[in-house]
Nanobody, 126 residues
């Protein structure tokens, strides 16, 4: 089973921005909703946001509303998580995963998702 691949993480100062990407090599991701999750050190993984195949996004973490934005390029089968005004509390490993059924609505439930990536580290620190 091919996993999704996240990229774009790194070290950024507070107030900075990063854009994460999520793709699945050799797979047509455009028909599937994609969710982003994160896990901070010592904490459980939490749902951040999700975008449907049609591009409707939902944010599950109140802390990211107004700062994080989802988009997707279906021609490139890639989903993007634009993260602005980053705070130290955003430091975590960020994961993407997809819903297994095409055209499904987003959910916040981790167990609904499949093809989890290995994650990309985001560190916000001065």
């Amino acid at each position: 089973q091919t996993q999704l691949v996240e990229s774009g993480g790194g070290l950024v100062q507070p107030g900075g921005s990063l854009r994460l990407s999520c793709a699945k090599p050799g797979f047509t991701l455009r028909y599937f909703a994609v969710g982003w999750f994160r896990q901070a050190p010592g904490k459980e993984r939490e749902g951040v946001s999700c975008i449907t195949n049609g591009g409707t996004s939902t944010h599950y973490a109140d802390s990211v509303k107004g700062r994080f934005f989802l988009s997707r390029d279906n021609a490139e089968d890639t989903v993007y998580l634009q993260m602005n005004s980053l705070e130290p509390e955003d430091t975590a490993v960020y994961f993407c995963a997809r819903l297994p059924r095409p055209y499904a609505r987003c959910t916040e439930t981790e167990s609904d998702y499949t093809d989890w990536g290995q994650g990309t580290q985001v560190t916000v620190s001065s």
